[in-house]
């Protein structure tokens, strides 16, 4: 069964770090693309950062400078770096990856979601 496990979330002081990891399990090739997105209570959920498969990366503009995304497909891994954390970065943290498969089919899956507090 393919699927994706997130770690790395918790509670960070402003100003601090975590690193969150978004793991595929299953039969799977590679990770062509991933984006990582986040969702505060009560409001939508939103595009913080994405990679595709040739290495180039977007992030929404309140991360810019702060967070990096990055993956690595021998370990089937996709991260989220996240630096110099604010209070408004609490939020559930979701991953989603388009994955294929050996067999050359490719599908997109999402992660359980993490929580990332910030918070003194």
């Known amino acids: 069964q393919v699927q994706l496990v997130e770690s790395g979330g918790g509670l960070v002081q402003p100003g601090g770090s975590l690193r969150l990891s978004c793991a595929a399990s299953?039969?799977?090739?590679?990770?062509?693309?991933m984006g990582w997105y986040r969702q505060a209570p009560g409001k939508q959920r939103e595009l913080v950062a994405a990679?595709?498969?040739?290495?180039?990366?977007n992030y929404a503009d309140s991360v810019k400078g702060r967070f990096t995304i990055s993956k690595d497909n021998a370990k089937k891994t996709g991260y989220l770096q996240m630096d110099s954390l604010k209070p408004e970065d609490t939020a559930v943290y979701y991953c989603?990856?388009?994955?294929?498969?050996?067999?050359?089919?490719?599908?997109?899956?999402w992660g359980q979601g993490t929580q990332v507090t910030v918070s003194s």
């Open positions: 989603n990856a388009r994955l294929r498969r050996y067999s050359g089919f490719e599908a997109d899956y």
């Open positions: 299953g039969s799977i090739s590679s990770i062509n693309a």
């Open positions: 990679i595709v498969s040739g290495g180039s990366t």
